[in-house]
């Protein structure tokens, strides 16, 4: 935990603190500054007051002793009944993992009606499933998750946390960090075991334009959030693999804080990372207008429409097309790019890909360095002349 303090004797009133503060969480009352739930520590107004009044008291956590934290550990997601595939793709790269490091893989399931997933979950790698059934958490609530991942953190010692980066993922692991005490790297999209046995989570950085890999040396568990399919889910065949059931303790939750009034449950969408046939376009095609004869070759092929992140910001798609780095990150068998450039952030969401054809005007387009193959022309005419094909 952390506090913002600030000495009222020493402030001056001057407001740079205000000015410095990216999240709008300092003000000044009674001429002196105040600060309030916003802060996120940081720092940023230390270096701007003149007269030293700013500092952060934080509480030092000693971690005892890190060899009593062990093993790899996945939390498994559900939607509609319905385990998610990212669940399956973090026990497929936590089983690697956990070769490099000699140890177990174990899945933490919360949830009702979760026995019949069990097979699931061994299939995919889990040497142990720790599990808890109950009706608390039907309203999905983080804070009845959060009790739970605590009390597993704690008993079970675990030393690498994965998580989904899905809406919940992403809302957990960060308070479970936080309450932990520890260190989240989100949205990464290689792990890897270093020399020292830390998890190396790696992820874009900088708007993408350089890759960053954070290690947490003094803190555990080390957490990751990994978004829907970055990685590769497989099942194992391996007869022999030691598997474990184990039941964890009830928690009694104490003055619960949220109430849940109504839960909106958006239709089920197909999305775009489930595709196995993609036509993706990008600012090249021209018109909106364009899209529909795009939407015609994607008929007649079965495919998916995706996107480039501006025909989103145009208003020209959804953001639920969007692939890339902040959009969805995708692996069909085969991708038909038109008038793409092949910015870093677009080929961030597309490595996954089997198979890219590519088709710009521009010959020395950075889509082309990732592309199977590669057509140098005007997408929508080559599109209106495969479609006549494809219709007579
Ligand atoms: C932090 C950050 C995150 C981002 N996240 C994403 C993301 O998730 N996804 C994403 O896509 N982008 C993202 N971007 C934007 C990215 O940097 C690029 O600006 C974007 O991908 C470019 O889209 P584009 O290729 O459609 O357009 P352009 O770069 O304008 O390229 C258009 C291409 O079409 C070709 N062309 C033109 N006319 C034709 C024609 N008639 N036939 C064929 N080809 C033609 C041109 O030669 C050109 O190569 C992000 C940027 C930042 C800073």
Redesign the pocket.
């Given at each position: 935990m952390a506090e913002l303090i600030i000495d009222t004797k020493k402030c001056i009133g001057c407001g740079l603190c205000i000015k410095s503060c990216a999240y709008n969480a300092l003000s000044l009352a009674n001429k002196k500054a105040v600060v309030d739930d916003d802060c996120v520590f940081c720092g940023s107004c230390i270096k701007s007051c003149p007269v030293e009044a700013i500092w952060i008291e934080r509480e030092i956590v000693e971690i005892k002793d890190l060899t009593n934290y062990k093993d790899i550990w996945v939390l498994i997601e559900e939607d509609r009944d319905e385990i998610l595939p990212v669940s399956y793709e973090l026990l497929t790269k936590g089983r690697e993992l956990a070769a490099e490091k000699k140890c177990d893989v174990n899945a933490l399931i919360l949830g009702n009606n979760i026995q019949k997933k069990f097979e699931n979950i061994f299939e995919f790698g889990a040497n142990k499933i720790y599990y808890f059934e109950g009706s608390e958490f039907n309203e999905k609530l983080d804070e009845v998750f959060i009790e739970y991942l605590d009390y597993v953190c704690k008993v079970y010692n675990p030393e690498i946390f994965l998580f989904g980066a899905t809406g919940f993922g992403r809302s957990i692991a960060p308070k479970l960090a936080a309450r932990l005490n520890t260190g989240l790297t989100a949205d990464c999209t290689i792990l890897s075991i270093d020399d020292n046995g830390l998890l190396k989570q790696t992820r874009p950085a900088f708007?993408?334009n350089l890759m960053a890999t954070i290690i947490c040396p003094n803190h555990r568990p080390q957490m990751a959030t990994v978004r829907s399919g970055v990685m590769k889910a497989y099942k194992v065949i391996d007869k022999n693999r030691r598997k474990e059931l184990i039941n964890i303790e009830a928690i009694k939750l104490q003055n619960k804080k949220t109430e849940l009034i109504e839960r909106i449950i958006e239709e089920k969408t197909k999305s775009i990372s489930d595709a196995e046939i993609i036509v993706s376009v990008?600012?090249?095609?021209?018109s909106q207008k364009n899209i529909e004869i795009v939407q015609k070759f994607a008929d007649l092929l079965g495919a998916e429409i995706g996107v480039?992140?501006?025909?989103v910001d145009i208003g020209w798609a959804g953001y639920e097309k969007?692939?890339?780095?902040?959009?969805s990150v995708i692996a069909p068998k085969l991708l038909i790019a038109?008038?793409?450039?092949?910015?870093?952030?677009?080929l961030?969401?597309i490595s996954g890909a089997q198979t890219i054809i590519a088709?710009?005007?521009?010959p020395e387009?950075s889509?082309f360095s990732v592309a199977d193959y590669k057509v140098v022309?005007?997408?929508?005419e080559i599109l209106k002349g495969v479609i006549n094909k494809l219709t007579v």
């Open positions: 708007g993408g990008g600012k090249g095609i021209g480039s992140r501006p025909l969007q692939i890339g780095q902040t959009g038109l008038g793409i450039s092949g910015a870093i952030q677009h961030a969401g088709i710009n005007t521009d387009a889509i022309g005007d997408c929508i």
